[in-house]
């Protein structure tokens, strides 16, 4: 029967030696708005931020795992978007989606590699393939409207640098 939801959690710890680790601590946790459990995170540096690649897998209905991005100034604090929009789904007949470490810039677009598996996550019969998702150079979200003119409302935000860039057509 369907498992329930163990809660599962993001931590981080260090080590110099591989012996002798720092106190593990709790960086991503679920919240009312996860039912899935959060699985895994692979996080690389891009631009001023860090981007996390989080794995979550829904345990009680479907055994898939997809990617939701999250973002974070020091890797520690992360933020998630209101609506946890997947980053990366799984095909219509894939179960698993599990990235590499971080996108590959080739001139004005990113690519970001990663694997799909065929079978749920406790199966022992199940392929894997490997695909490449791309997307402009920073791509990872965007505004979009038709050809009428129009604004963007945000809320009120503190600079971090003297200058802003925005990138627009």
């Given amino acids: ?19 002798h680790w720092s106190e593990v601590q709790s960086i991503v946790l679920p919240d009312e708005l996860d039912e899935d459990d959060l699985y895994g995170m692979t996080v690389f540096r891009y631009a001023d931020y860090y981007l996390g690649q989080l794995e979550r897998h829904d345990d009680n209905r479907t055994e898939k795992i997809d990617i939701e991005l999250l973002w974070s100034r020091d890797g520690f ?52 393939r490997a695909y490449v998702a791309k997307l402009r150079l920073d791509g990872f979200y965007s505004l979009s409207t038709d050809r009428r003119l129009g604004g963007v409302l945000t809320r009120p935000f503190t600079m971090q640098s003297p200058s802003i860039a925005i990138n627009a057509r």
């Fill in 77 to 128: 604090h992360w933020s998630r978007h209101p609506q946890r929009p997947a980053y990366i789904s799984p095909s219509d007949r894939g179960y698993m989606i599990l990235p590499a470490p971080g996108p590959v810039a080739h001139g004005a677009d990113m690519s970001t590699y990663y694997c799909e598996y065929d079978g749920p996550h406790d199966s022992t019969e199940r392929d894997m």
């Fill in 1 to 19: 029967g369907p498992r329930t939801n163990t809660r599962r959690k993001v931590a981080y710890s260090e080590s110099a030696d591989l012996v």
